[in-house]
């Protein structure tokens, strides 16, 4: 025992509890002991003072063992009560350990003293242990059940934000934009995204959500976030980027490095309600054995550091230890989940790094993000997407969805765009409407992948017999771990996540058609 011993004794002797102060300390128990004895004076000490034993004498002339163990109890059912008396025969001790008394030790035998407040503390430190391996064990549990229930609900939640989306789109195209109508809508739209970025960070909290790690350079990504970093931040605050000057390449799915840092940036925003400074850095650093004593399972080596630091209210030791834990917040009840910080620390494992923070209460706050460095060539980044008058065309479309109002969404955009579309409601009813069509051959199918009667993998496998050139568009509002088994993300397999824009599907019907 390193640190002092916090005791309350409760002893009337003077020479009885000097002597046991004495035998504490020569046993090697460093000990800050309290005595009192009186009733008054053992609960104010109680309730003054936060100890970590509690010795008693059995009798005192107004007092005695029993009922300050029945005291304890009721109020701190896991503090230690060892009873030390001269006069306790074996009956009371027995009565005494069934009343809640941790240990018993005559005043004649001093010597068990020592023993005694050693086991008692070890059973402590044991119960401690248990009850955290317990809450972990319960935390994992309800993160199972989170991330079970996220990808039951992502299904049903994104076709419905789809269905919000893709019609505030249509009537913001509609629309001239002077009308009063498209600030309204325009709040829809921003909503809906928000409600589908919550989906996401659910998916990726559970770990429903694959990751498709590429190799990118994180200087570039925080380049081309700045003007959305800037959006997110108030005007009071002062946005400063400073990339490293050599490349940073690591391996990370660049969607989920943008979430990270915005959540970052968003989390410091918030704690500059009157202004302040938010600088935001990248650098290359050099990690040896040294770093495993904080964090074992690193891999010495070169990581690029993400560094987010404000000058904001900054956080207590108590805050800074829950900072990861899954729904904890010091936000007001409505302002915060509290699955932004636990989302970047799943994306940040997932990545291979790590995080680190720092704050004190008034100075602001350091997050220093690591990823390992990587010797490869930069991904060829994706074309950007294109703007201007959504493409059109004449050919003839199947659209197969369960879900009515996707169903009739995908259905409008394609007609007014110039397609011939028919729709279906399941796979099976797809094979029936396409075998019964009369009119041009069936370019291409949307569909969604998981239906009910026949899927949609098997509907297209059946289809491409006897129509060979179809092309097939693959949608689904289903996890990709989900999806995966029914091999809709194999190379070469053509995939829209839902929720999609009305764009995005005309643009991506295009260009399968004139690929």
Known sequence: MNSPLRILHLEDDPADAALIRFSLETGGIP???????????????????????????????????MAAITLVRAKWPDLPVILVSGTM????AIDSLKSGATDYVLKSRLSRLVPAVRRAMQDVAERAERRQLEAQFIEAQKMEVIGQLAAG????????????????????MQLPP???????????????????????????????????????????????????????????????????????QILADPGYIGQVLMNLVVNARDAMPNGGKLTITTSKVTLDESCRHTHPDLTPGDYMMLSVSDTGTGMTAEVKARLFEAFFTTKPAGKGTGLGLSTC????????????????????????????????PLA??????????????????????????????AAEVLQTQGYAVLSANNGQDGLNVAHAHQGPPISLVVTDVIMPLMDGKVMAEWLKVTYPGLKVLFTSGYTDDAIAHH?????????????????????KVRELLDA
Do not use: W
């Open 153 to 172: 609900v992502a299904h049903d939640f994104n076709n419905i934000l789809g269905v919000i989306m893709g019609y505030s789109d249509i009537m913001l």
């Open 31 to 65: 000990c800050a002991i309290t005595c009192v004895h009186s009733h008054a004076d053992f609960v104010a000490a109680l309730e003054s003072t936060r100890f970590h034993l509690i010795l008693s004498d059995y009798t005192l002339p107004a007092f005695d063992g």
């Open 380 to 409: 060829v980044a994706p074309p950007s997407a294109p703007t201007g008058p959504l493409p059109r065309g004449t050919e003839a479309l199947l659209v197969v969805e369960d879900d009515p109002a996707v169903r009739h969404l």
């Open 89 to 92: 025969g074996e009956d009371f």
């Open 487 to 507: 091999g809709v993300l194999e190379a070469g397999v053509e995939f829209l996540p839902k929720p999609y824009t009305p764009a995005s599907l005309t643009r």
């Open 345 to 376: 620390h799943t994306i940040v494992q997932q990545s291979g790094g790590f995080m680190n923070v720092h704050s004190e209460p008034g100075k602001g706050t350091l997050f220093q993000v690591h990823f390992p460095c990587v010797d490869q």
């Open 178 to 248: 002077a009308d009063p109508m498209r600030n309204y809508l325009e709040e829809i739209r921003r909503a809906s995204e928000r409600a589908a970025g919550l989906t996401l960070q659910l998916l990726v909290f559970g770990r429903k959500q694959t990751v498709q790690p590429v190799v990118i350079d994180l200087n570039v990504v925080l380049r081309d976030l700045e003007q959305m970093l800037q959006r997110l931040i108030d005007e009071n605050i002062s946005l400063s980027l400073v990339p490293a000057t050599q490349p940073g």
